[in-house]
């Protein structure tokens, strides 16, 4: 598994490309907001609602 520096480093990476190359910029946004819709966002709101429920209930489960 990778460590937290590396997917820092290649976050900060991508997001220094996005910001310099404006044709990627809007096209990464569109598919973003094409994938948000607020069917997919109550999916993922209730699927983290389920994992952290049962978290809570099994605090022995990590």
Not at 25 to 37: H, N, V, Y
């Amino acid at each position: 598994m990778p460590s937290n520096k590396v997917i820092g480093t290649v976050v900060i990476g991508a997001a220094a490309y996005l910001m310099r190359n404006k044709k990627t910029r809007e096209k990464t946004m569109s598919q973003i907001k094409s994938l948000a819709t607020p069917e997919t966002i109550d999916k993922v709101k209730s699927q983290l609602q389920s994992i952290t429920k049962s978290k809570t209930s099994n605090p022995s489960a990590h």
